[in-house]
């Protein structure tokens, strides 16, 4: 037998643990370990391959069956992970210019159909970033938050395009606000994006299985698909 640590053979029996799996101790460097461990340390490697598959279609269960981690260990990392995931957007600084903004909501639920979460989203027409996003009901309160959400330069001065929801009309300045229908193409951009955002969040496609249980993992996937989002922009298309 050798330490796992320093490989050394000048180990001895050291107890047990709290399922009674025998322990040893190294003489050497005095590592404490039990011979065939059954919770291996999860490596670097795999946390980077499980951060990267959390921002494609792919359940939990199916990134257990991928990674060979267990679903008890994933769970916590995720929780961890969403749990520290920035609910605001970065934005680089704006030029004068007139800035324009996108908005829709996009249904969604958790844990059942009828506790629905509406995913209100504001996007930069020209820079193609998500610049807001508020997760809530689909009244005033949602479109508040939707509006609180924005960086101060777009409340200040930008001009936002939404449907005829009603919510809008109550929460967003009425010279800078355009209501729309879909046939003008003025929220073309949003309703595209809205598109990619089922097709890449598991828990957003509809008549799945991968739906939320937990509201704090559903913000945190969706904001944490948003930073990435915006992160992988190309240069270009910033301001």
């Known amino acids: 037998m050798n330490c796992p640590r320093c490989r050394g053979t000048h180990i001895v029996k050291n107890g047990s643990n709290g399922v009674g799996t025998p322990k040893f101790l190294c003489k050497v460097c005095g590592r404490q370990f039990v011979e065939d461990p059954k919770n291996c340390s999860i490596t670097q490697e795999t946390k980077e391959l499980i951060d990267k598959l959390l921002l494609e ?6 990134i257990v069956r991928v990674t060979g981690v267990s679903e008890r260990w994933l769970q916590y990392y995720v929780n961890d992970k969403y749990a520290h995931t920035p609910r605001r957007v970065e934005i680089k600084k704006k030029s004068r210019a007139r800035l324009t903004l996108e ?16 995913v209100w989203l504001a996007f930069d ?64 951009h949003i309703e595209r994006f809205n598109c990619t955002l089922r097709q890449r969040v598991s828990r957003l496609v509809r008549k799945a299985l991968s739906f939320s249980k937990k509201l704090e993992n559903h913000v945190g996937a969706i904001w944490y698909f948003v930073h990435h989002y915006n992160a992988t922009l190309c240069p270009t298309t910033r301001s």
């Open 103 to 118: 908005c829709d909501e996009l249904w969604s639920f958790v844990a059942r159909k009828g506790n629905k979460q509406w």
């Open 57 to 62: 279609r792919i359940p939990l269960a199916g």
């Open 125 to 188: 027409r020209d820079t193609q970033e998500v610049v807001g996003v508020y997760i809530g009901d689909r009244s005033q309160t949602g479109a508040q938050g939707l509006w609180q959400s924005l960086p101060a330069v777009y409340r200040q001065r930008a001009v936002s395009y939404t449907d005829f929801w009603e919510a809008y009309e109550a929460i967003f300045p009425g010279p800078r606000h355009r209501s729309v229908g879909k046939e003008t193409g003025q929220t073309s």
